[in-house]
């Protein structure tokens, strides 16, 4: 690198943290208290991937089940610490299955350079949980407690599941859970990474945290020269609505699909993030744009998703040392994968996607150009797939199926799996455009059950509050109250 260029990149990255110290997050550097555990944080991740070499199409019950144990001892400090990473396979698969390669998820939780510090999130939940971001704000990381994993592991199966039978799921999205024990004589922390749903956010105005309820449900907005990330609330969005648009519809169905999925496993307390930011007006007019009406169709029908953009130097095939590239091809795709026509998501009535322009017959008037009787594009390269002459599919065409980017589902798969046309944004899952305003939707904190202590929680509260309120409730209170506050606060 040539020292111009040093000095360029320097320059960049000190007006970019001048940014963000003026907004939401606090660079944790040498200096910060959390500055020691995201170092042990970024050693453990990169030593125990680095040595973690597991290749399955298919995942099993072990595969679960399975705790992985990685002793390993701090060059800085030369202390011994135990790294543990739970479901390491399971959390792999759910990576590549979103376009996550192991070569950038690992250059994005665990940079080899010690000055690509992380950043603290700096919000106002009450948890007492630590919130940390990747230098890029895409991933974050959170603290949990012991019988959360617990919990998660029991339902892991349940929830990848889920996403598999519903891929734009506004369930946030777990990518790795871990837990580090420095030395025998301190206690483990345990912590989560997940897609960041405010991701990348750097002009959303106003965030919101809602339950569907209005006990301690208020927040007092941030002041005009705070630098903390006030996560307003239920009362706070009293008179606000989701202007969604075409995807209204998608939308509501969504949020019953996924509530009902957590009525199943019994827990309460969640809620969904919203994030607003105004839609400048080219980017309204790129929406309606037919070229990029016809590449959001593709995407949208891709069987492998693509939150993270893939890249020449961020693909399963790079070989960037020390990690050498293992993570498992995509769970339970199948073989039948085709690339039907753009016109095969419309019809005289509409689109089975939800959020196409309102003239679909365009659509059908320009099939996309990648589309071939081929059936998919990269099988027109040499040394594709082929058929015997028995009509028997080769071995390299199994491969081909499992793991071509290109291959789509059905239409009538796709409306079955209440897919939606995704935006083209780095966040395309948790990303919905509406009129003229951006909106960032995820579903978080679910691992709250409905234990004894909740119930009796309840009925303390019933006492005083007899109009059920507030969040302690039954599972399905917590549901039904959830979808009908979002069937009254979208249009």
Known sequence: MSKLTAVKKQGYFTRLRKRWKRRDVREIDDQHPKYLFTQYMRHAIRSFLSDYDKKKIFLTKEDHEEVARHEL????????MEFVSYAPGVFQSLRQRIGLSSVEYLETISPVDNQDFYYEFLSNSKSGQSFILTRNKQLMIKTITKSEVDFFMRILNKYIQHFESFPHSLLVKFVGMYSIQVSKFRKPVYFVVMLSIYYPGERIQYRYDIKGCKIGRFTKPAEDDSNVAVILKDQNFEDEKLFLGQQKEWFLQQIEIDTKFLQSIGVLDYSLLVGMQPLQG???????????????????VAR?????????????????????????????????????????????????????VQDPTSVQQNPSPSTSSLGCPCLGRPSSAQTNVSGVTSPSMTSHTLTCTYA??????????NRRLLPNDRNELHVIDGDDQRFYLGIIDFFTRYTFKKRLENAYKRVIYPQLSFSTVHPDIFADRFRKYWDDHTA
Do not use: W
Not at 73 to 80: A, G, I, M, Q
């Open 73 to 80: 001892t701090f060059p800085l400090h030369r202390s011994t």
């Open 282 to 300: 080219d980017e309204q007019l790129q929406n309606h744009q037919m070229a990029s009406v016809v590449s959001k169709m593709q995407k949208s």
């Open 408 to 417: 789509t589902i059905s239409s009538e798969e796709a409306s079955r799996q």
């Open 304 to 356: 492998e998703h693509c939150v993270f953009k893939p890249s020449p130097h961020h693909t399963e095939n790079s070989n960037i040392t020390p990690l050498p590239e293992t993570l498992s091809t995509p769970n339970s795709i199948g073989t039948d994968a085709k690339c039907p026509s753009d016109s095969e998501y419309v019809s005289d009535k509409g689109s089975t996607l939800p959020g196409l």
